[in-house]
């Protein structure tokens, strides 16, 4: 394998989670059978980008992101609300009015764009647009490339909350961002922060539609390569601690703010240059495991009854690699 973004050769293994089907792939009927691939992750030590394994097997992107794909954003208040907040202060800080033009990457089911008041449209390529078609609110359905941007009018935002992470060409994306955008355009995108990913032990946050697993450090360096450069970042609570970083064409007019700086400073003072920082998460993960299985097995010799609620994709990376059947949790 080799790294999505700068080619090198990958070797660094941050993390074998075994076998696990893909996380969001429900099935109609328990007769159905499910595709199990491995789950693993490496990180790359000449650029840093963090990046699960799928080109060792065959597991399309069209596969993972299918049509009749799970996940509607609306049905988190909370994050609806975030969003809410977000219009608010993005066409605050940047002076958008009625006739600036907002597009969402992944814009779902219309939990973002229905906050926007000035004209807008979405791209998604699953079918959780059809309920944003139902708001009104125009959407393409498609996934997003740098060819599609060439075609489309061009914004004074693009929105892209969780979903660089999600792309297989992280340049072509990044490139296509470029292309969206009006000379002063802004582009906002909000990720989960692969530094608390890795601190705070969350790998039940990795699973196969994850491509990429992001810091600042080498979103950086990916945006300068394609076009873009990063101008703020700040740091968020959505997702067990996530980014939101600003980036406009290498020509625009905005400052680069302190955070920028201070941020890169702090990854590097944890050690995200480092191979043994990542190394790190793979004895924590197993921890984590054998607690849950110890609890599992002592409430069953009890004759306890354990269930489960909500179906999270993160639910799904754990009890696979735990290797928990319903015998242990009898239902969710």
Not at 144 to 154: D, H, P, S, V
Not at 172 to 183: A, Q
Not at 203 to 217: A, C, G, M, R, W
Not at 240 to 267: C, D, P, T, W, Y
Request: aromatic share 12%; charged share 25%.
């Amino acid at each position: 394998m080799k790294c999505r973004h700068c080619g090198t050769p990958l070797s660094a293994e941050m993390i074998d989670l075994g076998l696990s089907p893909p996380a969001n792939a429900f099935h109609e009927s328990k007769d159905e059978v499910d595709t199990y691939y491995p789950l693993r992750v490496f990180v790359c030590t000449e650029c840093w980008l963090v990046q699960t394994d799928i080109e060792s097997f065959k597991l399309d992107y069209d596969q993972l992101f299918t049509k009749d794909y799970p996940y509607f954003s609306s049905t988190s208040d909370s994050w609806v609300r975030h969003a809410e907040v977000y219009v608010k202060e993005m066409f605050d800080r940047f002076k958008l009015n009625e006739q600036s033009l907002v597009v969402e990457i992944g814009s779902n089911d219309g939990y973002l764009l229905q906050f926007i008041k000035s004209r807008c449209y979405g791209i998604e390529p699953t079918d959780t647009a059809l309920e944003a078609e139902k708001k009104g609110i125009h959407t393409i359905r498609s996934f997003f490339t740098e060819n599609l941007a060439k075609q489309l009018e061009k914004a004074d935002l693009v929105v892209c909350n969780n979903v660089l992470a999600h792309v297989p060409d992280i340049n072509d994306f990044v490139r296509g961002c470029v292309e969206l955008l009006k000379p002063d355009g802004v582009a906002t995108f909000e990720f989960p922060s692969v530094l608390n990913l890795v601190k705070m032990n969350q790998f039940d946050t990795i699973y196969h539609e994850h491509y990429s697993y992001l810091s600042l450090t080498s979103v950086n360096r990916i945006f300068e390569a394609n076009g873009l450069q990063v101008f703020d970042v700040q740091k968020l609570f959505t997702h067990g601690g996530s980014l939101r970083v600003f980036a406009q064409r290498k020509e625009g007019k905005h400052q680069i703010s302190l955070n920028v700086s201070n941020m890169r400073m702090e990854e590097k003072a944890e050690g995200i240059k480092t191979v043994g920082f990542y190394l790190s998460l793979q004895r924590k993960a197993e921890k984590i495991r054998y607690e849950m299985i110890h609890f599992l097995m002592e409430a069953k010799t009890n004759n306890k009854i354990v269930v489960g609620f909500g179906a999270a994709a993160k639910g799904n990376t754990l009890l696979n690699y735990a290797g928990v059947r319903n015998d242990l949790i009898e239902y969710i």
